[in-house]
């Protein structure tokens, strides 16, 4: 079975089938035909000394034509079928269908990298955010939790279970701008981590002092109750949070919010609901809705990152920039 792009004429197929436009395929093609050229001749100088045939050389493979590469990775990131459907779908053995997406994943990596949609992973200093973030006033707050399949070592299991989601799962933090674009994508950590735990490690607070940390002064951070806690580390334009229900007590026995903190409320969440808009956009791939299944190591943390920078490219497609 051979695949042929250009016989794909039907827009809605086509976007089903890569999570992209036939317009952005055809923008990004000419970037990925450069970056699959640049990783095969740094992979064949690393191997140059124990090569025996020259680049070119040896049995052509099933995907013969840069375009039908591009369309495989992204027909994989997309769908996330097993790598025998994959392979049966292509004309490729399974393990032949494994080789070609290890093999293009940095393909696509550096292609996104080139594109500059790629969301920040980690920041040294304040003012390396700040120069990330220029002109942007505010920043929009959340963790996507995905299903991650259940390990087989006791530790591990214990690790990745998730009390909130009843299963076994990973996280990342997510960082957007009131267009939708991912600013940054924290590090995929186990789902036991509380988000505001993992929000502190990635912008680390001094714990030896009382003193607020600068790394949002200069933005408006929208958050959910789950970073409940902030306001008191972090020192920023303005935080916007919800206000959170009383406790029960026999002082108040029938805790409620008020009205007025009711239509506070209401105002937030309309406002920060966009950055669960941007998580849907990330979403979009199957690759990280689905229960993850590869056992590579960091491959985890690649599928949530190019998902990323994926949905980074389709805005930017649109006119959008961060």
Not at 157 to 185: A, D
Not at 220 to 226: E, M, P
Not at 278 to 301: C, M, P, Q, W, Y
Request: proline share 3%.
């Amino acid at each position: 079975m051979t695949i042929c792009v250009k016989d794909i004429h039907d827009a809605r197929q086509f976007k089903a089938l890569t999570g992209t436009s036939q317009e952005e395929f055809s923008q990004m093609l000419p970037i990925f035909t450069l970056a699959y050229e640049e990783v095969r001749q740094e992979q064949y100088l690393i191997k140059k000394s124990t090569r025996q045939r020259q680049p070119g050389g040896g049995q052509k493979g099933k995907l013969p034509t840069m375009d039908l590469k591009l369309f495989f990775i992204l027909y994989y990131w997309k769908v996330y079928p097993s790598y025998d459907v994959v392979g049966f779908q292509f004309g490729l053995d399974k393990s032949k269908a494994c080789t070609n997406v290890q093999a293009l994943v940095p393909v696509l990596k550096r292609t996104l990298k080139k594109l500059d949609v790629l969301p920040a992973r980690e920041f040294s200093s304040v003012d390396d955010l700040r120069a990330a973030f220029r002109d942007i006033q505010d920043l929009f707050v959340d963790a996507t939790e995905r299903e991650h399949t259940r390990s087989q070592d006791d530790e591990e299991q214990r690790k990745t279970f998730s009390g909130k989601k009843k299963r076994h799962t990973v996280k990342n933090t997510v960082i957007s701008t009131i267009h939708k674009w991912i600013l940054f994508l924290g590090y995929t950590v186990a789902g036991s981590i509380h988000d505001y735990t993992q929000f502190k490690k990635e912008f680390p607070v001094d714990g030896e002092t009382d003193e607020v940390v600068k790394w949002f002064e200069d933005f408006i951070v929208w958050l959910d109750l789950g970073y409940l806690g902030t306001q008191k580390r972090y020192d920023a334009k303005a935080i916007k949070m919800p206000h959170k229900k009383p406790r029960k007590s026999k002082k108040n026995p029938t805790p409620a919010l008020t009205e007025e903190q009711k239509a506070e409320n209401r105002d937030i969440s309309r406002v920060r609901v966009i950055v669960e808009q941007a998580i849907s956009g990330l979403k979009r791939f199957n690759i990280v809705t689905h229960k993850f299944r590869n056992h590579l190591e960091g491959f985890v943390d690649t599928a949530a990152l190019l998902a990323a920078g994926l949905w980074n490219w389709k805005l930017k497609c649109q006119g959008v920039t961060s």
